[in-house]
């Protein structure tokens, strides 16, 4: 079993429409968990993190943690173009190093 | 705030020679870098962990005699790939974070082996 598992997509979505990805980790000691997007080509960038249990809300975009279930995801709201890119889920493990799952590919049609 | 930069953006090179990469934190100071390695449509592998003044902690199946880091400040790292051979060619991206927060990345850097 990986470590942080993402569907990989691609995920199409209509341009003004909820995106919503989902990841799944196996360490249950796991602490912080980050939300990157990639697009082709560049470097990650953070787009948002989230260490409670519930619900984070930024702008467009909204991270939600279930400790419980070992689960968390990150919903972008009125989806634009300009988001389709691959969307790294992140966990923290040992020694402050990240582990990431394989990436998600969203696609938002206008 | 939190910008880390990286030098080249892009190096085409001759097979046998090294090449450096530099990664800096231009507005804070990192207590840890990172190296990854991200191949094409790849998720990023972690190459190695680096402390300033301490030895770099490399990943399983990472040769550190190969890939030489260097971290000699709380705002500078360097890799060094040494004896560039094709199989080299990736995109090689830094991080760099404050204690037990977030990482934040460098643009990367495009590695090319002739």
Avoid at chain 1, 49 to 70: H, P
Avoid at chain 2, 34 to 52: C, G, I, V
Wanted: aromatic letters at 12%; hydrophobic letters at 35%; a neutral charge.
């Amino acid at each position: 079993q990986k470590e942080v598992e993402q569907n990989s997509g691609p995920l199409s979505v209509p341009e003004g429409a909820i995106a919503s990805l989902n990841c799944t980790y196996s360490d249950r000691g796991s602490q912080s968990f980050f939300w990157y997007r990639q697009y082709s080509g560049k470097s990650p960038e953070l787009i948002m993190f989230i260490y409670s249990n519930g619900d984070k809300e930024d702008g467009r975009f909204t991270a939600q943690l279930n400790k419980a279930s070992q689960y968390v995801s990150l919903l972008i709201r009125d989806s634009q173009p300009s988001d389709s890119a691959t969307y790294l889920c992140a966990v923290n493990g040992y020694g402050n190093k990240l582990v990431f799952g394989a990436g998600t590919i969203l696609r938002v049609k206008s | 705030g939190a910008v880390v930069s990286q030098h080249p953006s892009r190096v085409i090179c001759k097979s046998g020679t090294s090449v450096k990469i530099e990664c800096r934190s231009l507005d804070f100071q990192a207590t840890t870098m990172f190296w990854y390695r991200q191949f094409p449509k790849q998720s990023l592998m972690l190459m190695a962990t680096s402390n300033e003044g301490s030895k770099a902690t490399y990943e399983q199946g990472v040769e550190k005699d190969k890939f030489l880091i260097n971290h000699a400040s709380l705002t500078l790292s360097t890799l060094t790939v040494t004896s560039a051979h094709p199989e080299d060619s990736s995109f090689y991206i830094c991080s760099a974070s404050i204690l037990f927060n977030e990482q934040f990345f460098g643009p990367g850097t495009r590695l090319t082996v002739l």
